[in-house]
């Protein structure tokens, strides 16, 4: 999702399918067009939780775990592809606005909704490695930024610059390692280490590769999806003259964090919300060190004021919120958690489109 205060969602997003595919194409053919995407979009997730799930199990490695990184990484790349593209082509606002305002539409609005309708697991053991990692990674982000329009001296000059890309990179290399050595000092692989029976490596190894194969397919039809099912409503609410500044901060907004979404719905509805909690965890770390520090590497990036008194803060907000859920809660997460980062998303939309006058 790419959000900032001063300027509407829309402004700053470049879509992976462009928007004249849509516009040369007749009223039905967009509806089909349409309800094609929402059919890959489920069968996307369901192949994705499915075999994300059997992933798990054949690597005797937690869901939280596969959901934070290999699932994460398949919801991400798109995201990160735009991002770094739209930096090349000179366009560097739209890396900050992809990577914080999904950090803040994934935490507040996804999380805060499946929080509502399940009592979500929270796997105390990932939650207090991952969890910090992830409230780390984004007051680096607002840290850093600190420092450059310190280093700047003037609010509208601040930009982060290659060597800060570069550094999160590296810090990426460095949360995948972490990840994998976690992954073996889990109570859950250890116990099933101790009891597991022999098993062909070859064997093993083909049913990992299977999955994992899967997984990447499944997350590329949500994208696919996705992109068909937003590019073709947005049209044809241009053609009933629905506002375009509307379009933004809502449908087309909301779009963008598409994939996670119905990766969370599905691993509701599948039983594994395991994979839900360590997709929003690992995705929110992705985020800024992947989506931002590779667009950062290809291109200098602005910061806009805005970023420091709306989507910074709320960003912090609905990170710090769920940080503190993790400390008290035991095994599961409560439901009425889910109500305080719905409003705080409920909020970030309201402002923005007060910043533009538009309430």
């Not at 994998?180 to 280490?193: D, K, Y």
């Not at 769920?322 to 958690?337: C, K």
Request: overall charge positive; glycine content about 10%; aromatic content about 8%.
């Amino acid at each position: 999702m790419s959000s900032g205060p001063g300027y509407l969602p829309g402004d700053m997003i470049a879509e992976l399918i462009p928007p004249s595919f849509f516009a040369a194409r007749a009223d039905l053919l967009l509806w089909l067009i349409g309800a094609c995407g929402i059919a890959l979009l489920v069968f996307g997730a369901d192949r994705v939780v499915a075999s994300a799930a059997r992933l798990a199990a054949t690597m005797g490695l937690s869901k939280v775990i596969v959901g934070a990184t290999v699932v994460s990484l398949g919801t991400t790349l798109p995201e990160a592809v735009v991002s770094v593209k739209a930096a090349w082509q000179g366009n560097p606002g739209l890396a900050l606005g992809n990577g914080v305002g999904s950090i803040i539409c994934d935490t507040g609005l996804i999380f805060g909704l499946c929080c509502l309708l399940k009592r979500l697991p929270a796997d105390r053991f990932v939650l207090k490695r991952h969890g910090w990692l992830q409230l780390g990674a984004g007051i680096l982000l607002v840290g850093v930024s600190c420092v450059m329009w310190l280093l700047a001296g003037d609010i509208n000059a601040v930009q982060l610059p290659q060597e800060v890309g570069v550094a999160f990179v590296v810090l990426l290399v460095g949360y995948m390692y972490l990840s994998v050595r976690w992954s073996r000092q889990h109570p859950q692989m250890i116990a099933l280490s101790a009891r597991a029976e022999p098993v062909h490596a070859d064997h093993k190894a083909r049913k990992i590769v299977k999955n994992l194969s899967l997984v990447v397919f499944g997350a590329l039809l949500v994208v696919a999806g996705s992109e068909l099912l937003i590019g073709s409503v947005t049209e044809i609410c241009i053609r009933l003259d629905v506002p375009p500044a509307v379009l933004a901060v809502t449908l087309v907004a909301f779009g963008t964090s598409l994939p996670e979404l119905a990766t969370a719905i599905a691993s509701i509805v599948k039983g594994h919300s395991e994979l839900l909690v360590g997709n929003i965890i690992g995705a929110d770390i992705l985020n800024v060190l992947f989506v931002i520090g590779a667009s950062a590497v290809a291109r200098d990036l602005s910061v806009d004021p805005m970023f420091f008194y709306l989507s910074f803060p709320v960003m912090l907000l609905v990170l710090g919120l769920l940080r503190g859920y993790i400390f008290i809660n035991g095994s599961t997460f409560r439901r009425w958690q889910g109500v305080p980062l719905l409003a705080a998303y409920a909020a970030f939309v309201l402002f923005t489109l007060r910043s533009r006058g538009l309430v």
